[in-house]
């Protein structure tokens, strides 16, 4: 070879030949002339290939045995691409485990700084054997839900070999009578774990959401269902693509960088490298592989088949609210049918100590933006009554058993929802001992509930609304200075013309006030210790304290086609309260339709309709904000706003008001206005 010919890099591959090439490229400004030559399983034909090349050649990489098992052109042992390897005297020879190993680790960390939390919990299939190993090592850091096809890999031997020397020294004894053996004899003997390791791999494949394996071991495995998964490969060409997107798969993360027209292989990469490094030994250092790395500008590649997507997978917990819940769930529907009151109780009892366990999967769920994503709800057994009777304690040790159940179902983020978000610090200690985010959807309820309050203005039709739909009219906030009270305040703020805070609390009142009023709100501001004596002229009221079923208001005093908003939990109007008045809306909750075609089970609302809590944590899925968001008495105003703009943004719209007895129809609605206008007629 003359100084101006192209050095010449031959990549033997025992795969098939069908992809072979003879290619010119440039790489780091060095001419290379790439010959790819595949023998179709035949490690003889290798051999020969390899001494053929020997001299000629700059460098020599040896691919595709592991390739040519997967596909069936193989059936021996994988020792055979030693001899291969060893075929040549002159020129190096390399299999492209050291740039592998380099590629394999960034291209997942690179994934996960790009898109956080991407691999959290995910469900995982691994194809192939140890040479998936640096992957796998790498997800075990963000996911515990792996399955594999190797049995060694299942039960993670060579990192617990090579994190032990003495362990090591003791299995490479004790396996060399087992090496000696014939290749076909030693493949009766691994074949039954191979055999249920397949098996169980095949199964937890059919809801995995990451497969890792190359192209040959994908097709080789058999495994058909790839819609919505992601895969983890190496050297993919747009050939290879295209099949992949014709079977919906999301997302491919490819190992290998693709700088050239022709698909090349990690050790095609090693190879030319090998050939431009200039140390004194002639080997490839690690500080050479970096060098080149970025000399070259090299970089994992996350190719979309399908165009950009991402699905997220959420859980929320949800728990029966009262004892006819149990009739929605067998074999309690059918033992309530038959049982007395005093059994029924014993069940609540009972259910309360029972352990957490999935009651629907969640899919369809399809922002606008093109994000996805999918849950479960799992179903704590306890009642309120139950809830509330014990310690905090009891409730905090069932959360954290569901959101372990959360890991293992690949959720990255849990939602608690009703009770279970009340009890105890609201969130707090669950938030700091799950295993995953965790939210109570307090932010979204807060923004749904005045969502509600303001449809609801509109479809009564009573108080007069300027041209951007705010209302020209009086506003109270009962509870003012709390959490939650303090936030209704500041959207009230910007929404009506006069707005009344109230809260026994004078100091923080008055700081209040001074606050909002800083923020150049359109209303005035009034503050007062009690509200009776201000509710006939009111057409808002909020009440947001922490009464835990104290009288907060004389809701006979209120003002006929008043919308009074309820966000205290437990509820500050009881049911029997508000029966007192058919001509007042009260608004416990505003209800949000989720985007996309969602199916779900039963949970008493419309179909594709979530309580605002499970929207929230919905809509974090959608965004990818995989963190703890809402946990705690004190809810942030400027969550309040992100999460409504977030909901916004994904789809989210209101889809139904609900009073203490359900969601209210049009003709409650329409009842209520009625009723209204006579009262005022009348007055």
């Not at 002339?33 to 290798?46: E, I, N, Q, S």
């Not at 509600?452 to 009219?473: N, S, V």
């Not at 006979?556 to 109007?573: E, F, N, Y």
């Amino acid at each position: 070879m003359t100084e101006d010919q192209p050095a010449i890099i031959v990549n033997v591959s025992l795969a098939d030949s069908d992809r072979d090439f003879d290619e010119e490229v440039t790489f780091l400004e060095h001419d290379f002339r790439l010959v790819r030559v595949g023998t179709d399983g035949d490690v003889t034909a290798a051999e020969e290939l390899v001494r053929e090349w020997d001299g000629l050649a700059s460098a020599i990489a040896v691919t595709g045995i592991r390739e040519a098992r997967a596909a069936g052109l193989y059936d021996g042992e994988l020792a055979a691409v030693e001899r291969v390897m060893s075929a040549a005297t002159t020129s190096p020879v390399v299999d492209g485990h050291a740039l592998r190993d380099v590629l394999q680790e960034w291209a997942i960390r690179t994934l996960q700084t790009d898109l956080p939390g991407f691999f959290n919990n995910a469900r995982t299939v691994v194809l192939g054997g140890v040479n998936h190993a640096r992957t796998t090592r790498i997800l075990r850091e963000y996911t515990d839900n792996l399955e594999f096809a190797d049995p060694l890999l299942r039960l993670d031997l060579p990192a617990r070999l090579d994190s032990n020397a003495a362990l090591g020294l003791a299995a490479d004894v004790g396996m060399w009578p087992i090496r000696q053996l014939p290749a076909a004899v030693k493949s009766q003997i691994k074949a039954p774990g191979q055999g249920i390791s397949h098996a169980l791999a095949r199964r937890a494949a059919r809801d995995c959401d990451v497969v890792v394996a190359t192209y040959d071991e994908l097709i080789g495995f058999g495994l058909e269902d790839l819609a919505g998964k992601t895969l983890v490969t190496s050297a993919i060409s747009d050939e290879r693509l295209a099949e992949l997107a014709s079977r919906g798969v999301d997302m491919v993360l490819d190992a290998t960088p693709q700088p050239f027209d022709v698909t090349v292989s990690a050790a095609v990469l090693e190879a030319m490298m090998r050939s431009i490094a200039t140390n004194a030994s002639g080997n490839l250092t690690n500080d050479d592989l970096l060098d080149m790395i970025v000399s070259a500008g090299m970089e994992p590649r996350v190719l979309y088949p399908s165009g950009p997507k991402r699905k997220s997978r959420f859980a929320f917990v949800i728990h029966p609210l009262s004892q006819k819940f149990f009739e929605a769930v067998e074999p309690l529907g059918t033992i309530s049918k038959v049982s007395p009151p005093i059994v029924m109780d014993a069940v609540e009892k009972v259910m309360a100590y029972a352990p957490p366990f999935t009651y629907s999967h969640i899919t369809g769920i399809k922002s606008p933006t093109g994000a996805e994503a999918e849950g479960w709800l799992i179903t704590v057994g306890g009642t309120p009554k139950e809830l509330m009777a014990h310690k905090p304690e009891f409730t905090y040790a069932r959360l954290l058993h569901a959101a372990e159940t959360a890991k293992k179902l690949g959720a990255q983020i849990m939602g608690l929802g009703a009770f279970t978000k009340v009890v105890g610090d609201a969130g707090v200690t669950v938030a700091k001992q799950a295993p995953l985010p965790i939210t109570t959807g307090n932010s979204y309820s807060a923004s749904g509930a005045l969502w509600a309050a303001h449809e609801a203005l509109l479809q009564l039709g009573i108080a007069e609304m300027d041209d951007e739909g705010r209302m020209k009219g009086k506003a109270m906030v009962v509870g003012a200075t709390g959490a939650i009270g303090s936030v209704c305040a500041r959207l009230l703020a910007l929404a009506s013309d006069e707005l009344w805070l109230v809260s026994p609390e004078s100091a923080k009142l008055l700081a209040l006030k001074h606050d909002i009023e800083r923020e150049n709100p359109r209303a005035e501001i009034f503050v007062a210790a009690t509200p009776n004596e201000h509710l006939p002229n009111m057409d808002v009221i909020v009440t947001a304290t922490s009464g835990a079923g104290k009288r907060v208001l004389d809701i006979m005093a209120v003002k006929p086609g008043c919308v009074i908003t309820d966000v205290a939990r437990p509820l500050d109007l009881s049911a029997e309260d508000v029966a007192k008045r058919p001509d007042v809306l009260v608004v416990e909750s505003g209800e949000i339709e989720l985007p996309g075609e969602v199916k779900m089970k039963d949970i008493g609302l419309p179909k594709g309709v979530a309580y605002a809590c499970l929207a929230e944590t919905v809509v974090l899925a959608l965004e990818g904000r995989y963190e703890t968001f809402t946990v705690g008495r004190n809810i942030e105003w400027e969550k309040v706003k992100e999460i409504y703009r977030l909901g916004l943004k994904h789809g989210m719209k209101l889809a139904a008001i609900s009073g203490v007895n359900g969601v209210y129809t049009p003709e409650d609605i329409a009842k209520t206005r009625e009723l209204a206008l006579a009262a005022l007629a009348d007055a």
